[in-house]
Nanobody, 114 residues
Framework: VQLQASGGGRVQAGGSLRLSCVAS????????VGWYRQAPGKQRELVAV???????NYADSVKGRFTISKDNTWNTVYLQMNNLEPEDTAVYYC?????????WGQGTQVTVSS
């Protein structure tokens, strides 16, 4: 399964970006679909995830600012990021966990300037 992420870029603090991740296979029955990020010198961390039941979980640092969603018809996962902060600067990766295996996108850079 291949994942193609897009939508990253450079914005000023307070701005918005929308990330997209298109999967080459269906995501309807995935255990979880999510976004992770990795800042320079830091470990990769979970940003947001949708589990099979439809419930969502967010990192405390992005609650109220980021929204994850998915479109099963188009096999696409989105991350709407509002009120961006310099601390959000990182490479963002999409992830799909089918249970029997999980797959990662190639990453998209998000840079937020103060």
């Amino acid at each position: 399964v291949q994942l193609q992420a897009s939508g990253g870029g450079r914005v000023q603090a307070g701005g918005s970006l929308r990330l997209s991740c298109v999967a080459s296979a269906g995501i309807l029955n995935a255990n979880a679909v999510g976004w992770y990020r990795q800042a320079p010198g830091k470990q990769r961390e979970l940003v947001a995830v949708i589990i099979r039941s439809g419930s969502t979980n967010y990192a405390d640092s992005v609650k109220g600012r980021f929204t994850i969603s998915k479109d099963n018809t188009w096999n696409t996962v989105y991350l709407q990021m509002n009120n961006l902060e310099p601390e959000d600067t990182a490479v963002y990766y999409c992830n799909i966990d089918y249970g029997w295996d999980q797959f990662w996108g190639q990453g998209t850079q998000v840079t937020v300037s103060s």
